[in-house]
T-cell receptor, first 113, second 116 residues
Framework: AQSVAQPEDQVNVAEGNPLTVKCTYS??????LFWYVQYPNRGLQFLLK????DNLVKGSYGFEAEFNKSQTSFHLKKPSALVSDSALYFC???????????WGAGTKLIIKP | EAGVVQSPRYKIIEKKQPVAFWCNPI?????LYWYRQNLGQGPELLIR????????DSQLPKDRFSAERLKGVDSTLKIQPAELGDSAVYLC??????????????FGQGTRLTVV
C-alpha cells in the first residue's frame, strides 16, 4: 500500500541556517513526489515535484528536494532559512499504478530570528 | 491567470443545517478535487472529478455529502445535515487531466466550516 511519513511534527531552525524537512514514502510503482507549503489560513501551495531524472529538484522560494531511491526519501531543503519560511509543509506521493495522491501528516517549520 | 476560486471563505452554521461550498477551477483543468482538512492534519480526499464524471468518491460520506460538477467546470459540495464533526477546512483543487500522474494540483484558499 502507498504511504508517506513525515517523522517530525515540528522543526525549529535559526534564521540563516540550513533547513531540512524529512519525508519517506512507500509505493508499489514508480513514485511521483510533491512538496506543498501551507501558510496560516491559506490553501496549499505547490513547491516542487520529482518525476524522473536528476535527483535534486529545485522549486519555488529557494527550496530544493533530494530524491533518494534506495532510502525511499524525498527530503526538502533550503541552504539559508528565512523567518517567512515558517509554515506547514506537506509531502505527497503518487505512483504510476494509482492516481490517488497520498499525503503526509505535515511538518510545522518554525524559523526563529 | 486566476487560480482556483472558492467561496465562501468562512461559514458558521448550526448542526443539522445544510451548507454548500462552491469552487471554480483553473481554466483548462479537467480534474477537480474536493478535500477536507482537519487542524494540523494533511488533506483527505473526498471526491475527484474528471470533467463532469466523479471517478473517485470512495471517501465521500454519501449519507450526508453530495457533490456535482454539471458542466465539467465549476463544482459544488453540499452537506445536509451538518454535524459537529464536519467542522474543518474544505479545499478545492484542480489539475490537468489525471491521466498524467506527474501533474501537480493547485489549491484554492479553502472554506473554513464551523458547525455549532
Amino acid at each position: 500500500a502507498q504511504s508517506v511519513a513525515q517523522p517530525e511534527d515540528q522543526v525549529n531552525v535559526a534564521e540563516g541556517n540550513p533547513l531540512t524537512v524529512k519525508c519517506t514514502y512507500s509505493v508499489s510503482g514508480n513514485p511521483y513526489l510533491f512538496w506543498y507549503v501551507q501558510y496560516p489560513n491559506r490553501g496549499l501551495q505547490f513547491l516542487l515535484k520529482y518525476i524522473t531524472g536528476d535527483n535534486l529538484v529545485k522549486g519555488s522560494y529557494g527550496f530544493e528536494a533530494e530524491f533518494n531511491k534506495s532510502q525511499t526519501s524525498f527530503h526538502l531543503k533550503k541552504p539559508s532559512a528565512l523567518v517567512s519560511d515558517s509554515a506547514l509543509y506537506f509531502c505527497a506521493v503518487r505512483d504510476d499504478s494509482n492516481y490517488q495522491l497520498i499525503w503526509g501528516a505535515g511538518t510545522k517549520l518554525i524559523i526563529k530570528p | 491567470e486566476a487560480g482556483v476560486v472558492q467561496s465562501p471563505r468562512y461559514k458558521i452554521i448550526e448542526k443539522k443545517q445544510p451548507v454548500a461550498f462552491w469552487c471554480n477551477p483553473i481554466s483548462g483543468h479537467n480534474t477537480l478535487y474536493w478535500y477536507r482538512q482537519n487542524l494540523g492534519q494533511g488533506p483527505e480526499l473526498l471526491i475527484r472529478y474528471e470533467n463532469e464524471e466523479a471517478v473517485d468518491d470512495s471517501q465521500l460520506p454519501k449519507d450526508r455529502f453530495s457533490a456535482e460538477r454539471l458542466k465539467g467546470v465549476d463544482s459544488t459540495l453540499k452537506i445536509q445535515p451538518a454535524e459537529l464533526g464536519d467542522s474543518a477546512v474544505y479545499l478545492c483543487a484542480s489539475s490537468l487531466a489525471s491521466g498524467r500522474p506527474n501533474t501537480e494540483a493547485f489549491f484554492g484558499q479553502g472554506t473554513r466550516l464551523t458547525v455549532v
